[in-house]
């Protein structure tokens, strides 16, 4: 799908065709053609009305590309990442969007999942004046809208890990935490890995490298900068933070671990003389006569056995490992 907005005579109006006119530098229009899952026709107006480099075509129609941006005779081509975060599969997925950006003209290629086109379309539809800062003034509002939409899923990942250091000392959800604690890191791991590429790209373009990009829009593309700088500092908090909480939640189960091993052995070694006494007195062996005769040995040995108990009972109190 493709819509045409074109900017003239301080309106902005969707038309169904693009007329190469508009595409000389002294035509006064700016004209921002987005196309949505591109098709065959699409790809011939990429290479035959806008006639763009073929190499930059190609990168537009593949379904993902690492971010990066090039500057070709006339134009300048941009590849950003918009985030769409899966929250089943616990990771941030992206999808491309292309840039084209020429003296009066940007294309915008896309999936037609990105949230961010359409939003800026219509802001621009409501207020034409926006189309007034230029192609490249566009293709910045786009940037823009997508970093925002970064935020949202940080805030929750941040609510989630904070969650996670409340419940991480509760015995009742060790298992779970435990996992919760992994799938995490996995999607700490995924926004790192969306996050960090786009990062050097808009740092270029707040450099003014380009010439597409006058001193207003630099300080513009520098602000979006900070955004991502921030949210990939956030991003590297998030792993040491889960990183700590997994060192802790392991450390807490150890030693749970250790005291219930501690009760048991303690607990073997306060039954261990009854164990023996009455493995000896078992084997119908005379060993030992007490006073009272044969009907007082059992009371005998039953109260030798609670005394031998009764002191390892106030040995380990005294040690303080009871």
């Not at 970064?150 to 250091?165: A, G």
């Not at 303690?266 to 044969?294: A, D, K, R």
Request: hydrophobic letters at 45%; one cysteine or more; a negative charge.
């Amino acid at each position: 799908m493709t819509t045409i907005l074109v900017f003239r005579e301080g309106r902005a109006d969707t038309v169904q065709a693009v007329d190469p006119a508009w595409l000389d530098p002294s035509a006064g229009v700016v004209v921002w053609v987005d196309i949505a899952s591109p098709s065959a026709d699409d790809a011939r107006v990429l290479s035959e009305t806008f006639h763009f480099h073929e190499l930059s075509v190609e990168d537009a129609l593949m379904a993902s590309h690492h971010p990066k941006v090039e500057a070709y005779d006339g134009y300048l081509y941009l590849i950003l990442h918009g985030i769409d975060f899966k929250a089943s599969a616990h990771e941030f997925a992206t999808h491309d969007v292309d840039f084209f950006v020429g003296a009066t003209y940007l294309v915008t290629v896309s999936d037609g999942t990105s949230r961010s086109i359409p939003e800026v379309r219509s802001a621009c539809l409501r207020n034409p004046r926006l189309l007034a800062d230029g192609p490249m003034g566009v293709a910045h509002r786009i940037a823009d809208a997508m970093v925002d939409h970064y935020r949202p899923e940080v805030l929750k990942l941040e609510e989630r890990i904070d969650e996670l250091e409340d419940a991480v000392f509760d015995p009742k959800e060790s298992r779970a935490t435990n996992q919760a604690i992994l799938e995490l890191k996995r999607d700490v791991s995924s926004l790192r890995r969306v996050i960090l590429p786009q990062r050097d790209i808009l740092n270029r373009l707040g450099r003014r490298e380009f010439p597409q990009i006058s001193g207003e829009l630099s300080y513009r593309f520098r602000d979006v900068n900070d955004h991502v700088v921030r949210i990939a500092d956030d991003a590297l908090l998030f792993h040491d933070r889960l990183a700590a909480l997994l060192d802790a939640h392991l450390a807490n189960v150890s030693n749970r671990l250790n005291e219930i091993m501690k009760f048991l052995t303690i607990f073997s070694l306060i039954f261990m003389p009854m164990t023996v006494l009455t493995g000896m007195y078992g084997m119908n062996v005379p060993l030992v006569h007490f006073p009272g005769g044969e009907g007082w040995q059992f009371w005998w040995i039953l109260g030798i056995m609670m005394a031998l108990s009764c002191s390892l009972i106030v040995i380990f109190r005294r040690k303080r490992w009871l």
